[in-house]
């Protein structure tokens, strides 16, 4: 699925249904917003969906923890139910039947024998920044420089602007490193460490890094000053998709996606609110 239909099929409308559930006083619309959510997690846990499931649930857990009193324990305790509901669907991702289940288990080979599930693909994304070193010095590759920084910054250009332009560092990484699983459309994420690194290496790092900190204190300051519900859901999408998920897709693909979705739905929710 492409992420402009993930943003419209996912994102966008729960995102406007979790605002309404802490916003909305009637009953009957809370009832009813709470009852879709519980039927979205049963769905998204049973198909092993964890980027949708873990992006709501943290995100009702920040709003939650911003606009009500909640105290570090409580917090605490969903933190680590969270971190236990991950296993749970890392498991009913690849183990439908018991069977399935035991051959995600391994046994170390050490003296002291123990289970641990294997690790998922997900966890090779930070070894895709030791590649890319390893083939700058073998001479594979090199510095993109200012070639590299204009590609990503195409990347807010929709496509049919009529622009001449090369792929995105995500994609052309896969496309490089990975050609047989970027034909089939899948990949092993993009390091957030190496848009910086292969446009410039430890100064694009440096500055790639700077950029990130300071639209992270502007957003984080403007919700301070004025602490409301949209607000809130500003900053808190924004830390969950570009600090926590742009682990994997790099810095602007990640406040790329941010924007999609939190625009409409910040104008839609002020809308409706004008309108109510």
């Given amino acids: 699925m492409s992420g402009f239909k993930i943003i419209i099929n996912h994102i966008l409308p729960v995102s406007l249904i979790i605002l309404l559930l802490f916003t909305s006083k009637n009953r009957y619309i809370i009832s009813i917003c709470f009852f879709i959510m519980i039927v979205y997690f049963l769905k998204m846990f049973l198909e092993g969906q964890r980027f949708y499931l873990f992006y709501f649930?943290?995100?009702?857990?920040?709003?939650?923890?911003?606009?009500?009193?909640?105290?570090?324990?409580?917090?605490?305790?969903?933190?680590?139910?969270?971190?236990?509901?991950?296993?749970?669907?890392?498991?009913?991702?690849?183990?439908?039947?018991?069977?399935?289940?035991?051959?995600?288990?391994?046994?170390?080979?050490?003296?002291?024998?123990?289970?641990?599930?294997?690790?998922?693909?997900?966890?090779?994304?930070?070894?895709?920044?030791?590649?890319?070193?390893?083939?700058?010095?073998s001479g594979k590759t090199s510095t993109l420089g200012l070639k590299g920084l204009f590609s990503e910054i195409l990347i807010f250009f929709p496509r049919f602007v009529p622009i001449k332009r090369d792929l995105p560092l995500g994609e052309k990484f896969a496309s490089d490193f990975y050609p047989q699983e970027y034909q089939k459309g899948a990949g092993y994420g993009f390091f957030i460490v190496q848009e910086g690194y292969w446009i410039y290496k430890q100064l694009g790092?440096?500055?790639?890094?700077?950029?990130?900190?300071?639209?992270?204190?502007?957003?984080?300051?403007?919700?301070?000053?004025?602490?409301?519900?949209?607000?809130?859901?500003?900053?808190?999408?924004?830390?969950?998709?570009?600090?926590?998920?742009?682990?994997?897709?790099?810095?602007?693909?990640?406040?790329?996606?941010?924007?999609?979705?939190?625009?409409?739905?910040?104008?839609?929710?002020?809308?409706?609110?004008?309108?109510?």
Avoid: D
């Avoid at 890094?209 to 957003?219: N, R």
């Fill in 57 to 137: 649930i943290f995100l009702i857990l920040g709003i939650f923890a911003l606009n009500f009193k909640c105290s570090p324990k409580t917090l605490f305790f969903f933190c680590v139910m969270s971190f236990a509901l991950f296993v749970l669907v890392s498991i009913s991702r690849h183990a439908k039947t018991f069977t399935q289940f035991c051959k995600s288990v391994e046994i170390s080979t050490n003296e002291n024998r123990f289970y641990f599930l294997k690790p998922p693909t997900e966890f090779l994304v930070a070894q895709n920044l030791h590649l890319l070193i390893e083939n700058f010095e």
């Fill in 205 to 276: 790092v440096f500055l790639s890094f700077m950029f990130l900190g300071f639209l992270s204190q502007y957003i984080y300051l403007k919700m301070l000053k004025t602490p409301n519900l949209l607000n809130h859901f500003l900053f808190i999408s924004f830390a969950i998709n570009c600090l926590l998920f742009g682990m994997r897709t790099g810095i602007l693909g990640s406040i790329k996606a941010w924007l999609l979705f939190s625009v409409p739905t910040y104008s839609i929710f002020r809308l409706v609110q004008k309108k109510t």
